[in-house]
């Protein structure tokens, strides 16, 4: 549609109209999809999530290797923070560590 001064007035409400239809949408969605707290999981639930034994875990905890809580007597871990601790532990492929060497040499090359 081609804006002109005579269907301005015309077009500016069509928009104004549309952003409020978006902001009425934006603002359900919002309030209708609050953020759901994470239950706590305890050091057996890790094991099988990890496939760690128990005492094995205990030494991490022990460590301060793993991300944990503790209540009183009481180890406690968030999944997301277990799986994300285990993604920390990635290794490279041969491919990947041939790609950062590169981009390292060609940022750290010497003037001739």
């Known amino acids: ?7 301005f007035p015309i077009v ?12 009425t949408l934006l603002l359900s969605k919002s309030t209708s999809q609050q ?3 994470e239950e706590p999981i305890n050091i057996k639930e890790v094991s099988k999530l990890t496939e ?5 875990l205990y030494g991490y905890v022990q460590r301060n290797e793993i991300p944990h809580y ?19 532990g990635k290794v490279k492929t041969v491919s990947e560590i041939e790609a950062d060497a590169d981009a390292y ?3 750290h090359k010497k003037a001739v």
């Open 12 to 23: 500016l409400a069509q928009i104004l109209k549309e952003q409020k239809e978006l902001k």
């Open 70 to 88: 503790k209540k009183g007597n009481r180890l406690k871990f968030f999944k997301t923070e277990i799986i994300n601790w285990v993604k920390d």
């Open 35 to 37: 953020p759901e707290l």
């Open 1 to 7: 549609m081609i804006i002109t001064f005579e269907n």
């Open 52 to 56: 760690l034994s128990v005492p094995t």
């Open 105 to 107: 040499l060609s940022n």
